[in-house]
Nanobody, 121 residues
C-alpha cells in the first residue's frame, strides 16, 4: 500500500483558486495511478480526477475546464488545481492510489485522510 498525505485545503471565496497536494510514500510512486475524490456533507464520495502512471489524465465531466490533475514523480506528489471555485465545490477532498487507472477510479486501495475545502459565496 501507499501512504498518502493531503494538504492545501482551506476557506476561500467563490471564484478563487486552490491547489491541493498529495504526498505519497511507501511504494514506488511511478508504479501507481493516482486520483482525487471528494465528499460533500450528506452526499456520497464522488470521483474528481485521476492521472495514470503514463501521465494521461481523467476528469469528471462536470469539472472539466476548472480542475486539473497532475503528478510530479520526482517529488512523489500529485496535485489538484482548482479554479473558479463555487460553493458547491465545498467538500472533503481525498487522495487515492491504486495499481491501475481503472482501479483508482473505482476501488482505490490507498486513501489519504482528506483535506477540507470550503468555498463561501
Amino acid at each position: 500500500q501507499v501512504q498518502l498525505v493531503e494538504s492545501g485545503g482551506g476557506l476561500v471565496q467563490a471564484g478563487a483558486s486552490l491547489r491541493l497536494s498529495c504526498a505519497a510514500s511507501g511504494r514506488t510512486f511511478g508504479s501507481v495511478a493516482m486520483g482525487w475524490f471528494r465528499q460533500a456533507p450528506g452526499k456520497e464520495r464522488e470521483f474528481v480526477a485521476a492521472v495514470a502512471r503514463s501521465g494521461i489524465t481523467y476528469l469528471a465531466d462536470s469539472l472539466k475546464g476548472r480542475f486539473t490533475i497532475s503528478r510530479d514523480n520526482a517529488k512523489s506528489t500529485v496535485y489538484l488545481e482548482m479554479n473558479s471555485l463555487k460553493p458547491e465545490d465545498t467538500a472533503v477532498y481525498y487522495c487515492a492510489a491504486a495499481r491501475s487507472t481503472i482501479m483508482v477510479k473505482t476501488t482505490p486501495d490507498s486513501w489519504g485522510q482528506g483535506t477540507q475545502v470550503t468555498v463561501s459565496s
